[in-house]
């Protein structure tokens, strides 16, 4: 009886301290920063900051952050950036498919987890910027064993030169592991056309390698939720001449190209293509070998493989062929965009902003306290409420995209924290316009509010029409030939541009 009434006492208690979300596992992530993230002996950075580094974890790595606590306040920099203490779940270098399985149970445990503060305890002897976190769920991506399959008929040479390469040894080695998956992509290229330069002459070879990046490029930056449908087939089309235009006449190192014809360095530049980051390649199977026979049947190879089969005759006409050929693929579109469209954005993925609420800021990495307790705030929304000494009172702000439609919701998980002024800018959202398009455009009812491209205004809106193969976004039903218009002035899925300065 006396140990039941403990158990009942221990429940009732819990409230009282467990009183905020535990902080979550998080990524190492830095978009287009180094393979490694530095991390610093805590004690010597209280006493004199990042001038000594202590070792490092590569991105994609995951760890559990807490909050050191010196002179009864969180380490931070001079601008407020907590430096924090972690714990390493996963190390992206010493990733395979069997220990990511065991991580990831490991990782979703801890979510419901309630605590009374983010403190670490005394056993952290390291710290790291607490910018390089991100609060993920996406898992790291290992291509699963296949059964059986049929190869599929080939498009023309080049085609079946992708198909082999995907099928092979040397594309099999490049995703191994999670980290380095672009440049071991590249070598297994170079190491597959060696292999096969008795096979195929080096010209269908090289042009293949480009053509493979170009189609890996065009399927992921498109929306992949379109599959075979219209839409979906000329979004994928756009993008292939967008990189052809980049390619062709005007090369530039800036756009990734590094040679007339480099279509390998143009598709892949992390500068223009935000998927060929080092830890988005771990966790998206863009440097995959997605065409695998064995695979045809597995989802979501299925559909991959039937989008690429529906693009790839047209994209190796865009990036290959005359002109003219161009107009065969998108008719009735002004003959000088075809040849200078180098600028395309989809206003879905541009940054979320609301402007219809006061006072909403994104908190890339910042401590709140209360009563000495102090938590962890890291890539969330807050509503700032009251000034309160050094810094401010605060909601929790999220949304949720349902349907096309942002979904706002306002709680006070942090009831009585203030957080740090010092990451509080109170600055409104500029380039927010309904949908991230063209401000001039009118709706009767505005479900999202998006930002906008800074580059928008100096180039021109631009229509392009597409004669292609549609098959239904689920790329199963039966092929009709269509014509379909993607841009223009108010299109809120994909906004091509030419003239871009």
Known sequence: MQIFAFAVLVVLLQPAFAKVPAAPAMTLYQFAGDAKIPYYKKDQFARSGK???????????????????????????????????????????????????????????????MVQN???????????????????????FFAPKGHGGTPARAENDYDEIIRT???????????????????ALADAWEKFI?????????????????????????????????????????????????????????????????????????????SQYNIWDAYLTQTSGLTSCFLRTDLADEA?????QAMYSQSVGDISSILFDSEDALQERFVDTD???????????????????????????????????????????????????????????????????????????????????VIDGRKVSLKKPTRCTPYGISSKCRFNNVERYRKTPFWLNSGKLVEFKCRVRDIGESCTGEAQTKKVSIGGKCDIDMMPVVGVR
């Open 51 to 113: 001038k000594k580094v202590a070792g490092s974890l590569a991105q994609g790595s995951w760890v559990v952050p807490c909050l050191v606590i010196h002179n009864g306040k969180p380490l931070t920099a001079s601008d407020g950036t907590p430096y924090v203490g972690f714990e390493v779940l996963f190390d992206a270098n010493k990733a395979t498919a069997a220990s990511t399985k065991r991580k990831m149970d490991k990782i979703a445990s801890r979510e419901g987890l």
């Open 194 to 270: 060696h292999k096969n330069r008795r096979k195929w002459s080096n010209d269908k070879l090289n042009k293949a390698k480009h053509l493979d990046y170009v189609m890996r490029t065009a399927i992921y930056e498109g929306h992949i939720g379109r599959g075979c449908s219209a839409y979906g087939a000329c979004e994928r089309n756009i993008i292939a001449l967008s990189i052809r235009n980049r390619v062709i006449g005007q090369c530039s190192s800036a756009q990734g190209c590094g040679f007339e014809g480099d279509f390998q360095g143009a598709a892949s530049a992390v």
């Open 300 to 304: 979501p190879f299925t559909k991959l």
């Open 335 to 417: 003959s000088a965009a075809l040849t200078s469209l180098r600028h395309y954005y989809h206003p879905p993925a541009m940054g979320a902003c609301f402007p219809n609420h006061d006072a909403v800021e994104f908190i890339t990495a910042a401590a709140a306290g209360k009563n000495g307790d102090y938590i962890l705030l890291v890539n969330q929304r807050i509503k700032v409420d009251k000034e309160q000494g050094d810094g401010y009172s605060f909601r929790d702000f999220r949304y949720k995209l349902d349907d096309g439609a942002d979904k706002v919701t306002i709680s006070d998980t942090y009831k009585g924290f």
């Open 118 to 140: 983010h403190h670490c305890d005394s056993k952290v002897k390291y710290v790291m910027n607490a910018k390089r976190l991100v609060n993920r769920t996406k898992q790291p």
């Open 165 to 183: 390469f995907h099928n092979s040894s040397q594309c099999e080695k490049a995703n191994r592991h999670l980290t380095g998956r672009r440049d």
